[in-house]
């Protein structure tokens, strides 16, 4: 015998204020109410679209002249998951856009509305304090308030209030040129104006190389077809601002993707459109749901059409601008052609450039000379000049400290050149002046690098075999974050004693440092960009909050973004300081492996002679954290 009972499930109040933590970014929040605007555009009018950034009133406001709503279309936008759009053209559709848009950014927002030609118009508010406060409040009597209009307007205005994220000043531009790319054709074709504070967007039209442009129309085994074109950027994208746009419905989706192609510096200059619009989208319409066969079907056409295969392999037949220093030095000597590239190109490049460069000849304007790298040649020999034979060969030890303590090679280079030139110039190529400068120069670098301090322990950190390294996952996250975020930051903890780890953990944390007020702003930066596709980025998580992440992501490498309001000096800690701030979240019960575990490491580095103990100990009596570690050391 069987019995039924009927129970209530109405969804609990918090559920907006949860809509709220499903993981959009500022971004990406103010671009789904800008998609609602667009969905309300008057057919064969331009719609006007304001995106204010109060920093005054530390409010944000959303504006636009389209077609409105009238009570039930408010009615039906205030509801959890039902949506009003039928026309599969529309951006929004899952019914929760605009709500957890709302309610990622502030804890308060308020909706005005109205149609064209009405006598009214709508407002409709919503506190997160209140709403969860007073228990008179349900989803059945949720207040909308008719006001009478004074004029003739019509369309929806959204502020959003008591910020949940913060505000700062190069958001403006940040937002013009993200939304530039992201809603070009929008822009491009005149259906919409869009300001940001005052400021146009313009549509971001790349610098294509003349005659790369290929129109694409690829039919699919399915019946659908992509559109859209290819080419070749006229410069070879140094920071990875390179591959295909792809775009759904004319709202761009995905930016500088990898579509059928795998990112190398060869393809750098790959640029392209591809409309998915029958590929369906995740419900932030931050991403295609790449494991559906529509993606997969289109991802396989791409990849095979012969327009997009001959493309590919020109990219990469474009000149070696990327595997060779010999274009840098075309360059410098003012020698134009295909082979002279952009010089600002990373610190982590140029040093790959330098350790594989090989022997060649340098044509300049007035000399001929060979130039030549060599390893572990004298090592207070920066280079010397060898002019016994008819040509002279420049010869660079690039094994020398100060290639090791100057950031980016190039500008070293730029200056062995430089400095070259006017020697051979005034033909005062001087054997026992160049001994001398080297040897000047080493000194210096040898006193002011602390060289003459640490090189007995990297001596023993060598023969040990171990190394204290940041990890290869963040040397170009590092170059990016130079170019892109405006504050100090430091990756310490498990950025750079991962490899002391004693168990093997299947998921990573990294752990990045910033000053008090700029966490949002750079896990913002690090989440737009193409590091976002590889790390989970977390700001300022409790350890219930890491656990959950870890225990829900597909990804398996993750970056703790932490606030402190001591500025960060370096952009990786040592090795003292980088132990120390792993104690300090393992105490805080911050971190996910044992508190026994950070010791072993402490005893790892101890080994392997890669802390100095002296040092940790004056780190940990500023923090008065002294007494834990002290019975650890004695105990050793």
Same mark, same amino acid.
């Given at each position: 015998?069987?019995?039924?009972?009927?129970? +209530?499930?109405?969804?609990? $109040?918090?559920?907006?204020?949860? %809509?709220?933590?499903?993981?959009?970014?500022?971004?990406?929040?103010?671009?789904?109410?800008?998609?609602?605007?667009?969905?309300?555009?008057?057919?064969?009018?331009?719609?006007?679209?304001?995106?204010?950034?109060?920093?005054?009133?530390?409010?944000?406001?959303? /504006?636009?002249?389209?077609?409105?709503?009238?009570?039930?279309?408010?009615?039906?936008?205030?509801?959890?998951?039902?949506?009003?759009?039928?026309?599969?053209?529309?951006?929004?559709?899952?019914?929760?856009?605009?709500?957890?848009?709302?309610?990622?950014?502030?804890?308060?927002?308020?909706?005005?509305?109205?149609?064209?030609?009405?006598?009214?118009?709508?407002?409709?508010?919503?506190?997160?304090?209140?709403?969860?406060?007073?228990?008179?409040?349900?989803?059945? +009597?949720?207040?909308?308030?008719?006001?009478?209009?004074?004029?003739?307007?019509?369309?929806?205005?959204?502020? /959003?209030?008591?910020?949940?994220?913060?505000?700062?000043?190069?958001?403006?531009?940040?937002?013009?040129?993200?939304?530039?790319? @992201?809603?070009?054709?929008?822009?491009?074709?005149?259906?919409?104006?869009?300001?940001?504070?005052? @400021?146009?967007?313009?549509?971001?039209?790349?610098?294509?190389?003349?005659?790369?442009?290929?129109?694409?129309?690829?039919?699919?085994?399915?019946?659908?077809?992509?559109?859209?074109?290819?080419?070749?950027?006229?410069?070879?994208?140094?920071?990875?601002?390179?591959?295909?746009?792809?775009?759904?419905?004319?709202?761009?989706? &995905?930016?500088?993707?990898?579509?059928?192609?795998? @990112?190398?510096?060869?393809?750098?200059?790959?640029?392209?459109?591809?409309?998915?619009?029958?590929?369906?989208? +995740?419900?932030?319409?931050?991403?295609?749901?790449?494991?559906?066969?529509?993606?997969?079907?289109?991802?396989?056409?791409?990849?095979?059409?012969?327009?997009?295969?001959?493309?590919?392999?020109?990219?990469?037949?474009?000149?070696?601008?990327?595997?060779?220093?010999?274009?840098?030095?075309?360059?410098?000597?003012?020698?134009?052609?295909?082979?002279?590239?952009?010089?600002?190109?990373?610190?982590? +490049?140029?040093?790959?450039?330098?350790?594989?460069?090989?022997?060649?000849?340098?044509?300049?304007?007035?000399?001929?000379?060979?130039? %030549?790298?060599?390893?572990?040649?004298?090592?207070?020999?920066?280079?010397?000049?060898?002019?016994?034979?008819?040509?002279?060969?420049?010869?660079?030890?690039?094994?020398?400290?100060?290639?090791?303590?100057?950031?980016?090679?190039?500008?070293?280079?730029?200056?062995?050149?430089?400095?070259?030139?006017?020697?051979?110039?005034?033909?005062?190529?001087?054997?026992?002046?160049?001994?001398?400068?080297?040897? &000047?120069?080493?000194?210096?670098?040898? $006193?002011?690098?602390?060289?003459?301090?640490?090189?007995?322990?990297?001596?023993?950190?060598?023969?040990?075999?171990?190394?204290?390294?940041?990890?290869?996952?963040?040397?170009?996250?590092?170059?990016?974050?130079?170019?892109?975020?405006?504050?100090?930051?430091?990756?310490?903890?498990?950025?750079?004693?991962?490899?002391?780890?004693?168990?093997?953990?299947?998921?990573?944390?990294?752990?990045?440092?910033?000053?008090?007020? !700029?966490?949002?702003?750079?896990?913002?930066?690090?989440?737009?960009?193409?590091?976002?596709?590889?790390?989970?980025?977390?700001?300022?998580?409790?350890?219930?909050? %890491?656990?959950?992440?870890?225990?829900? !992501?597909?990804?398996?490498?993750?970056?703790?973004?932490?606030?402190?309001?001591?500025?960060?000096?370096?952009?990786?800690?040592?090795?003292?300081?980088?132990?120390?701030?792993?104690?300090?979240? !393992?105490?805080?019960?911050?971190?996910?492996?044992?508190? &026994?575990?950070?010791?072993?490491?402490?005893?790892?580095?101890?080994?392997?002679?890669?802390?100095?103990?002296?040092?940790?100990?004056?780190?940990?009596?500023?923090?008065?954290?002294?007494?834990?570690?002290?019975?650890?050391?004695?105990?050793?």
């Amino acid at each position: 015998m069987s019995e039924k009972t009927k129970v +209530n499930i109405t969804p609990d $109040k918090s559920l907006i204020q949860k %809509l709220g933590l499903t993981g959009y970014k500022t971004e990406q929040a103010i671009a789904e109410l800008i998609d609602n605007s667009i969905d309300a555009r008057f057919p064969g009018k331009i719609e006007q679209i304001d995106v204010i950034l109060n920093y005054e009133s530390n409010a944000i406001r959303v /504006i636009d002249d389209g077609s409105g709503m009238d009570l039930k279309e408010l009615e039906n936008a205030l509801t959890i998951a039902k949506s009003s759009r039928t026309d599969v053209t529309q951006l929004g559709k899952f019914g929760l856009g605009m709500k957890s848009a709302c309610s990622t950014l502030g804890k308060s927002f308020r909706i005005t509305t109205s149609k064209i030609n009405s006598e009214f118009e709508y407002v409709a508010q919503y506190d997160e304090d209140k709403w969860l406060d007073d228990k008179s409040l349900d989803w059945s +009597n949720f207040e909308i308030e008719k006001i009478k209009k004074s004029k003739n307007s019509n369309g929806t205005s959204i502020i /959003i209030s008591k910020l949940k994220i913060p505000l700062y000043p190069n958001q403006t531009s940040r937002f013009k040129k993200r939304y530039g790319i @992201r809603y070009g054709p929008h822009l491009q074709n005149k259906q919409i104006r869009l300001r940001i504070n005052s @400021r146009p967007c313009e549509s971001a039209v790349p610098v294509i190389q003349k005659d790369s442009k290929r129109e694409l129309d690829i039919k699919l085994p399915s019946g659908n077809h992509l559109t859209g074109w290819i080419g070749l950027l006229e410069k070879r994208s140094i920071k990875g601002d390179y591959g295909i746009h792809l775009f759904k419905n004319g709202r761009l989706i &995905n930016a500088f993707a990898d579509f059928g192609f795998s @990112r190398h510096p060869e393809v750098a200059k790959i640029m392209g459109e591809i409309s998915l619009d029958h590929v369906p989208v +995740n419900f932030h319409k931050t991403g295609f749901i790449e494991d559906s066969l529509e993606y997969k079907e289109a991802k396989n056409g791409f990849k095979n059409n012969e327009i997009v295969k001959n493309t590919l392999k020109t990219a990469g037949s474009q000149g070696t601008s990327l595997s060779s220093l010999e274009p840098i030095f075309d360059d410098l000597s003012g020698k134009s052609g295909s082979g002279a590239i952009d010089t600002k190109i990373s610190a982590t +490049n140029a040093k790959e450039l330098l350790q594989k460069a090989e022997s060649f000849t340098l044509h300049d304007q007035n000399h001929v000379f060979n130039i %030549l790298f060599v390893d572990g040649k004298n090592e207070d020999e920066l280079y010397f000049i060898d002019n016994s034979s008819e040509t002279p060969v420049v010869v660079i030890n690039r094994d020398h400290l100060a290639f090791k303590t100057m950031k980016n090679p190039i500008f070293l280079i730029g200056l062995i050149y430089t400095e070259v030139k006017l020697l051979l110039k005034n033909k005062s190529v001087d054997s026992e002046f160049l001994r001398e400068r080297n040897k &000047n120069w080493t000194t210096f670098l040898n $006193k002011w690098s602390n060289k003459e301090e640490t090189q007995g322990r990297t001596k023993k950190v060598l023969e040990s075999e171990s190394k204290y390294l940041i990890s290869s996952d963040l040397t170009e996250l590092i170059d990016y974050l130079e170019s892109n975020f405006e504050h100090n930051f430091q990756f310490t903890g498990l950025s750079t004693l991962y490899a002391h780890l004693q168990n093997a953990y299947g998921k990573i944390v990294y752990h990045l440092h910033t000053v008090k007020g !700029s966490g949002q702003q750079l896990q913002e930066i690090v989440g737009s960009s193409e590091h976002g596709k590889i790390f989970v980025i977390l700001l300022n998580p409790n350890r219930t909050d %890491l656990q959950n992440a870890m225990d829900f !992501s597909e990804k398996n490498k993750f970056i703790v973004i932490r606030e402190y309001a001591e500025k960060p000096t370096t952009q990786w800690a040592s090795a003292e300081k980088a132990w120390l701030d792993l104690y300090s979240e !393992s105490k805080k019960n911050l971190l996910l492996i044992p508190h &026994n575990e950070v010791f072993i490491i402490l005893g790892n580095l101890l080994e392997s002679h890669l802390i100095n103990v002296d040092k940790l100990k004056s780190l940990a009596k500023h923090r008065h954290q002294l007494d834990e570690i002290l019975e650890f050391l004695e105990n050793d």
